[in-house]
């Protein structure tokens, strides 16, 4: 084993927590699993050219129009107005997305990653089931101090966040220092779900399980948290997503 | 069963996320087990007459002698300079505390209480794993809206308060609606953790084990995480916690 000391790693289950954390050395990992950067990672690994994420519908509509780029987002569950598309993943098929650029607001994920730019992260990624392991990949090959990020729901702690940031910390946990009591709950809440993450977030009850099923979007929970559907690596940089 | 609805039950894991719950008609519990809510329950058990938290040395300095009283706490796991008594509640049996008023000044658990307080509770009251089953019982009865309300660590998540979230979740959950992904943690935290609390802190690696065991308070840890020591009830009310 290297004598080196190993990166420390944390885990800020909210948005409302990420100021206790330095990150001015850190990878940061944006997580909104349902369904943001789950959508971010099947657009660009569908082929879209380029995301960028902006909090506003105006913006959207703004920046849209400038770049002659596709607009996307949804306010309590349906298509913005004013807006083209959604924010589910099935709406990104490479016949559709392929060298297209994506102007995309979403509410919990877009403030999370403003956040963290303007706390001066020193790279921006972001993560969900659908690039799980290029995440890992991308954190064990870095070699920096990470911090997993979870957007949650308007600054409340989600389950499926949580989910994804134990589903990282036990692939890579042997790389890192990790002397946070969140990510190891974040972990031990991934082991006792892995058997079949839809289920035990059913079982649970999880807000945002009984939000999008009671509009009809089972199966993008499903798909959202099936592991390695997209296995590309969104990184931010000057306003925009591409493949890192 | 009653047709009426049942109250709701959040739980918030720290302080920086108080913020987001109205409390206005809540009992909210505060949750320090680590110690100073332990400690409350064991000197309020053991006959105190009174304890007036309070945030700063200072005041508690200054509070003590104009009350004639015992004062008492910590800053890094040592008495703090200028007062007699620590956090431990093995520092509070009955032949030294009884009919004594006791100032507390702890870092968490104190500026927690005041948050509650200046927020609107409708009552507060203070719990730990020593007086659970007091707590349960009360919260049943009351049949308000509850806020579970982790004191954490500097704003951080522990495992500790979370566990005490979900003991208290799993023993009243059916007399509560409970949609919130935070309780469902603490509750699946719990059951995770119920065969032996003080091995799983160690085996988590609990950043709040670590550093009371550098101090060499082990006895400590096992004696805050055994249920039911000390059942009494600690209510808030004009600035000081009595039995309830």
């Known amino acids: ?12 289950l909210s948005p409302a927590l990420l100021k206790l ?11 909104d699993v349902l369904r943001a950067t789950s959508t971010i990672a099947t657009a660009l690994y569908n082929g879209a050219k380029e995301i960028i994420p902006v909090e506003s519908v105006n913006d959207c509509i703004r920046i849209g129009k400038q770049m002659n780029a596709i607009t996307a987002g949804e306010r309590d569950g349906k298509v913005a107005e004013g807006l083209q598309y959604g924010n589910s993943p099935f709406e990104y098929p490479e016949s559709f997305i392929d060298k297209k650029t994506l102007v995309l607001t979403t509410t919990n994920g877009t403030k999370l990653l403003h956040m963290a730019l303007s706390n001066g992260a020193h790279e921006i990624i972001t993560g969900s089931f659908a690039n799980l392991d290029a995440v890992c990949l991308h954190l064990i090959k870095k070699n920096k101090p990470v911090l997993l990020a979870c957007a949650a729901w308007k600054d409340r702690i989600n389950i499926e966040d949580t989910l994804f940031a134990g589903a990282v910390i ?40 009984k939000r999008l099923t009671s509009f009809g979007l089972e199966k ?21 997503l591409t493949r890192g």
């Open 1 to 12: 084993m290297s004598q080196n000391k190993k990166p420390e790693l944390y885990t800020s």
């Open 21 to 31: 954390y330095d990150i001015t050395a850190s990878v940061v990992v944006i997580i």
């Open 170 to 209: 036990n692939q890579i946990k042997q790389h890192f220092t990790i002397n946070c009591d969140a990510s190891q709950m974040a972990e031990g809440l991934f082991l006792e779900a892995r058997e079949d993450l839809y289920e035990f977030m059913k079982q649970k009850e999880a807000s945002h399980y």
């Open 220 to 240: 993008d929970i499903r798909h959202c948290l099936t592991s390695n559907t997209a296995n590309v690596l969104p990184l931010y940089k000057e306003g925009k």
